[in-house]
């Protein structure tokens, strides 16, 4: 076989290996560019890749090896059992965020309401938003996002989806109407601290989406203090925050009156959710 022959199956995996890459993520991405499932490869690890394929495929072992996140180069990712599409306009939807949706849905029935609403401040790809509105199809679920561009990208996969919800464009608690009530708030909001050094590690993913600048928590402080004013009485506000957050989390949410604090942790068993309830208005 001449040297210039394009690669086995096993050899361009073993190739993106010696680039650093984890197995399973370059069987994913030569799965996805062959259109084949991962059970195809392995038993095909001797079929040699037509050299089209072995050169895109190279192409894209070098933007992953560089950082690029491996949902990017597919244009899509799992969350929460459902398959979404997100580009460089979102930010790619981690495990971790499944804890709020999994608390969502633990709090939804607890409190009685026919048609609870529910509010996803900041919903990029619209994964929390979907997952909610998915699970639980008696929600009147809004969703809301800076960047037209971001809700262009959620808006398609809720079609896609066949999952009805309402959208609003603008800053956080500003892209609703005033008298807009809510009876669950859910945000994974940007809350990296401005000088984090794991900042330029995500340097491929919309950079309002992973901090506030600061001490990471401005956004935060500002959908904790807005809350009330958009909270049904007895109404919930549950947040995503960086691990070592919890207790300035727990301390605005303390301030802004709200009470029942508690807190979820992560699969890595780190606290990673805070959230609280208010009595609403007098």
Same mark, same amino acid.
């Given at each position: 076989m001449s040297p210039d022959a394009p690669p086995t199956v096993a050899q361009a995996l073993d190739q993106a290996r010696r680039l650093g890459l984890d197995r399973l993520d370059a069987q994913w991405l030569l799965g996805h560019l062959l259109q084949r499932p991962r059970t195809w490869l392995i038993a095909h690890?001797?079929?040699? @890749? !037509?050299?089209p394929a072995a050169q895109a495929f190279a192409a894209d072992c070098?933007?992953?090896? /560089? $950082?690029?996140?491996?949902?990017?180069?597919?244009?899509?990712?799992?969350?929460h059992g459902l398959t979404l599409k997100v580009n460089p306009d979102v930010l790619v939807p981690r495990p971790d965020t499944e804890t709020l949706v999994d608390w969502a849905l633990d709090l939804l029935p607890t409190l009685d309401?026919?048609?609870?609403?529910?509010?996803d401040l900041g919903?990029?790809?619209?994964?929390?938003?979907?997952?909610?509105?998915?699970?639980?199809?008696?929600?009147?679920?809004?969703?809301?996002?800076?960047?037209r561009a971001a809700l262009t990208v959620a808006q398609a996969n809720a079609a896609r989806l066949s999952l009805a919800l309402e959208w609003a464009e603008g800053?956080?608690?500003?892209? @609703? !109407?005033?008298?807009?009530?809510?009876?669950?708030?859910?945000?994974?909001?940007?809350?990296? /601290? $401005?000088?984090?050094p794991h900042l330029p590690a995500l340097r491929h993913e919309p950079l309002l989406a992973l901090t506030p600048g600061g001490d990471g928590l401005g956004a935060l402080r500002e959908i904790i203090h807005g809350a009330p004013a958009h909270l049904a009485a007895g109404g919930w506000l549950l947040l995503e925050h960086g691990w070592d957050q919890q207790p300035a989390v727990s301390a605005e949410l303390q301030r802004a009156g709200f009470g029942q604090l508690a807190t979820r942790r992560d699969i890595e068993g780190r606290p990673r959710c805070t959230g609280g309830q208010h009595p609403g208005l007098a």
């Open positions: 690890d001797d079929d040699r @890749l !037509a050299a070098a933007r992953l090896a /560089a $950082g690029e996140p491996l949902a990017y180069l597919v244009g899509e990712r799992e969350f309401l026919d048609r609870p609403r529910v509010l919903t990029g790809s619209g994964a929390i938003a979907l997952a909610v509105a998915h699970r639980c199809p008696g929600a009147a679920v809004t969703a809301t996002d800076l960047s800053t956080w608690w500003q892209a @609703l !109407a005033p008298d807009a009530q809510f009876d669950l708030v859910l945000s994974n909001p940007p809350y990296i /601290a $401005g000088d984090d």
